[in-house]
């Protein structure tokens, strides 16, 4: 049980901030916040996974691992894209707040 937390910590963070670097452009997200993405991203990943089939490998998966990066990539992309007050945000006015 608690190396499962440690091991969804540990690629929550690694896939969240993978997915900043792919997401073009600047990303105004905290490291806390992009943990939380990147950490819902590996366990949705590993859910869908699990139903595909991907997790039964005898070696690294790296489907659900591309998986789990491209999840995390989409949620990098909405919670830039949805924080109001942000430049090109549906509630953004075109400036950024500090």
Do not use: C
Request: glycine letters at 18%; proline letters at 3%.
């Amino acid at each position: 049980m608690i190396g499962a937390i440690v091991s969804a910590i540990v690629i929550g963070a690694i896939i969240g901030a993978l997915a900043r670097l792919i997401v073009p452009g600047k990303q105004n997200m905290s490291i806390g916040l992009t943990l939380v993405v990147g950490i819902v991203a590996a366990l949705i990943g590993t859910l869908i996974g699990s139903m595909l089939g991907l997790t039964n490998t005898r070696g690294i998966d790296w489907l659900l691992h591309i998986l789990q990066l491209a999840l995390a990539v989409v949620g990098v992309l909405l919670v830039t894209r949805l924080r109001p007050g942000r430049t090109g945000g549906p509630g953004g006015t075109g400036t950024t707040h500090a």
